[in-house]
């Protein structure tokens, strides 16, 4: 039972990851200030994907309503997710999440957890941007 439930939830993990990489696959990508990004016509948040190679993914909305210090400033956050390692962090806390999927504290600590590696990295872009 145990190695179906790891089974099942590595599936799941697996098949979300392999879909934001597809959907990934097919957005624009642009170069803003030495930066590669892709520009998402979705409304999302911004966000940083990929452990080994980095995407910033920015909706094409903030790039055309934010002011130049805004985007920067955003971009910088999520540079700072990528130089803290949050990212390693992430799948590190999926894989044991797949490996105790038993313990419901895991599941309910994800969102504290996300929330927190969110906070650490709002108040390091604070220090460094000024």
Partial sequence: MYVWGVSAYAALLFYRR???????AGMEK?????????VTKMPV???????????????????KEYSREELQTILLHEKT???????LFYLLWD?????????????IGTKYFREDMEEIC???????SG
């Fill in 30 to 38: 642009r170069k803003v200030w030495d930066t590669v990004i892709y």
């Fill in 18 to 24: 392999r879909k934001l990489k597809k959907s990934l």
């Fill in 95 to 107: 894989i044991l999440r797949t490996l105790l999927w038993l313990n419901p504290f895991l599941t």
């Fill in 122 to 128: 709002d108040f390091v872009t604070i220090q460094r």
């Fill in 81 to 87: 997710h990528i130089h803290l390692g949050h990212l």
């Fill in 45 to 63: 948040t911004p966000s940083t994907m990929g452990v080994f190679r980095h995407k910033i993914v920015i909706p094409e909305i903030i790039l």
